[in-house]
């Protein structure tokens, strides 16, 4: 089914549950989008409430030379719980943080290890900060 509910700004395809034409249950969303530093693609499979990620995921985007993933707890379309996001620019392992997350940001207890500056954070997030 095509959608624009997912994101207003862009249309991709959903194949899943449905409950009154709105995503709910498990379900597969895919786009393919032109930005302003070029073409991304996205894909997110998992669970979804109303339309919203919520639940246990798997999320992956693709823009100019990174790959964005993430596996694990969402709330309302944003990373909430527990989740392992991994960063890879140009073919190669940047960074991996695993742990909790609130609200989309790094939050709670976590482990940060950062490949291209060969640094690790362990301990405490606020917001995406870390706090020793």
Do not use: C
């Not at 140009?90 to 500056?117: A, S």
Request: proline share 2%; aromatic share 16%.
């Amino acid at each position: 089914m095509k959608d624009t509910w997912f994101h207003p700004d862009r249309t991709g395809t959903y194949k899943g549950e449905v409950k009154d034409g709105i995503a709910n249950g498990k379900g597969i969303y895919t786009s393919n989008n032109k930005g302003k530093k070029g073409n991304y693609k996205y894909y997110y499979k998992g669970t979804f409430v109303n339309g919203l990620k919520t639940g246990k995921g798997k999320q992956i985007i693709n823009i100019p030379k990174w790959i964005l993933k993430y596996q694990g707890s969402f709330k309302n379309n944003e990373k909430d719980g527990y989740g392992v996001a991994t960063h890879i620019y140009k073919g190669k392992l940047y960074q991996k943080y695993v742990g909790e997350f609130k609200g989309g940001y790094m939050h709670g207890k976590g482990k940060l290890i950062n490949y291209f500056e060969k640094i690790t954070k362990k301990g405490k997030f606020v917001k995406g900060g870390f706090k020793k």
